[in-house]
């Protein structure tokens, strides 16, 4: 028999969603969610107490089919030094955005047959599996999106990724063809290679 502690998975967090697939009625599902005091983390997505809230899986659940990219790419592919100040994803273009803008995530939209391009799969210091942006496709969005980033820091991430030796300019090059930014990378990258 199914229960509401077997939908508790190993990073301590429980979803609606999940007790709803396994048949649990929704009074036995929000009864144990009192008895045993979960905090509620976000809509249908909840945390034992027991267990240390990462807010980039919990960002995860909530919205499936976006990818980390931008600042958080950035800073975890090590081409800036600062951490970002809130998270960043691409989602798909007419996705409904206002809830995550309105909890505070930077959100960017590209054309659906877009999203997957340079989708990889990371795994972050909570051990999550996370989807996040390659190398490439980072600094693709890095120039589409160079308006929104201080000069500096567009600066010295085009710097390091040009210094990187596992940087694959070919993908690259074929990213950008996609992306059209072909020619505005080119010249940054003539300067700095």
């Known amino acids: 028999m199914n229960t509401v502690q077997d939908c508790i998975d190993d990073a301590g967090v429980l979803r609606t969603e999940d007790a709803r697939k396994r048949g649990i009625p929704k ?67 007419g996705y409904n955005t206002q809830k995550l803008t309105a909890s505070g995530v930077k959100v ?20 999550h599996e996370l989807p996040m942006y390659d190398l490439e496709r980072t600094i693709c969005d ?27 300019l070919n993908k690259l090059m074929q990213y950008t063809r996609l992306f059209r930014v072909e020619k505005v990378l080119r010249t940054y990258l003539e300067i700095l290679i």
């Open 27 to 93: 009074s036995t599902f929000y009864q144990f969610v009192q008895k045993n005091q979960l905090e509620r983390l976000a809509h249908g997505i909840y945390l034992s107490p027991e267990s240390w809230e990462d807010a980039a899986y919990v960002l995860h659940l909530r919205c499936p089919q976006a990818v980390f990219s931008h600042d958080e790419a950035l800073y975890y592919h090590d081409l800036v030094d600062r951490e970002p100040m809130q998270p960043t994803l691409t989602i798909y273009s």
């Open 108 to 127: 960017y939209t590209v054309k659906k047959e877009l999203l997957p391009i340079g989708k990889e799969t990371i795994t972050n210091a909570f051990g």
């Open 142 to 168: 890095l120039v589409r999106s160079r308006s929104h980033f201080d000069f500096q820091d567009f600066q010295s991430a085009l710097k390091r990724y040009a210094a990187r030796k596992d940087k694959d």
